[in-house]
């Protein structure tokens, strides 16, 4: 199968480098110290299962989707706009592009500047950058992705990687609840720099996440979503299984770069408003990480 990766980070090197290995032609389009290194030394995945480098075609350029049967497009939330307008262009009418992001909007968003149908997909990974070219896979790596024509084939391609790949019908119900795991954890762990373990000993922290959490609920039932079952169970098993983890808001806010978080609580807040559902909590953190983000930025306050 020819796949190519728009957004050569963390997500779309693992998801690349699985298919690479198991003999895909897989092209990546990333930023040129990946691409550079990508092109000298294959792309290496370093996992508890299986470390070694991949020969990939990689590229800077958003021409590099042309020909491809499936995009993977793996850039943050905060790029989907424009990276889709560099790939409208070159991409195959027929290609089936996938979303691999956070957030409950990209596939809209994406839809409407590609003009073609876009399948929604889950991550459940904990993979990061750890060096130009070298991903590294620290647990999990399950994708849920949305029902469509063709979708099968590309899950059992995945499987056959190595990849624990499902589809559903109801993945907006997936992509909800993994929003909402975001919503409770993503800016408090940036607001205070702690990670999930430490975080949740704070005083009233765990009623701050619950509010923020039941916030959530009440939109997406606004909004005709039908979530899984135990949403708030899911969400305190994260302090449990990863009290160690930072959030990725908080990484953003510690590099000095853009974070998720209009897509993460941003969005809760701006589809509560249009629902008519009030989310104090939620555009509480909300606007404590813009603060942050906007200081960060060079914008601090006078004096
Ligand atoms: N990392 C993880 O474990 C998980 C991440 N996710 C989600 O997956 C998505 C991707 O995350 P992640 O892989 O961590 O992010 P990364 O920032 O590691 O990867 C995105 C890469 O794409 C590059 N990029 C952005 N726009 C373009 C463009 N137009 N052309 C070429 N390259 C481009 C970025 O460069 P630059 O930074 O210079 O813009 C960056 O190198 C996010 O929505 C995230 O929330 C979900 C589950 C787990
Ligand atoms: C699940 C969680 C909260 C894990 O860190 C995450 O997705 C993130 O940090 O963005």
Known sequence: MKIAVMGA???GCYYGAML??????????????????????????????WTGAVPVSATTSAAGVAGAEVVL???????????AAQMAPHLAADATVISLQNGVD???RLAARLGQVVVPGVVYAAVA???PGIVRHRGGGELVLGAAPG???VAQALRAAGVDAAVSSRVAGALWAKLITNCAYNALSAIVQRPYGELVQGENVWAVMRDAVDECIAVAGAAGIELPDGIWAGVEKIAVTMPAQVSSTAQDLARGKPSEIDHLNGYVLRKGAQLGVAT?????L??????????RHGHAAPG
Do not use: W, Y
């Open 129 to 131: 950058m750890a060096g």
């Open 73 to 83: 497009f793996c850039v943050k939330a905060t790029d989907t706009e424009r990276t």
């Open 9 to 11: 980070g963390a997500v």
């Open 151 to 153: 979708i099968e084939c």
């Open 106 to 108: 990209n596939v809209e």
């Open 280 to 284: 104090p909590v939620n555009r509480a």
């Open 20 to 49: 690479a290995r198991a003999g895909h032609e897989v092209a990546l389009v990333g930023r040129p110290m990946h691409v550079e290194a990508m092109r000298r030394d294959g792309l290496r995945l370093e996992s508890a299962a």
């Open 286 to 295: 909300h606007a404590l990480v813009r603060l942050l983000e906007q200081r």
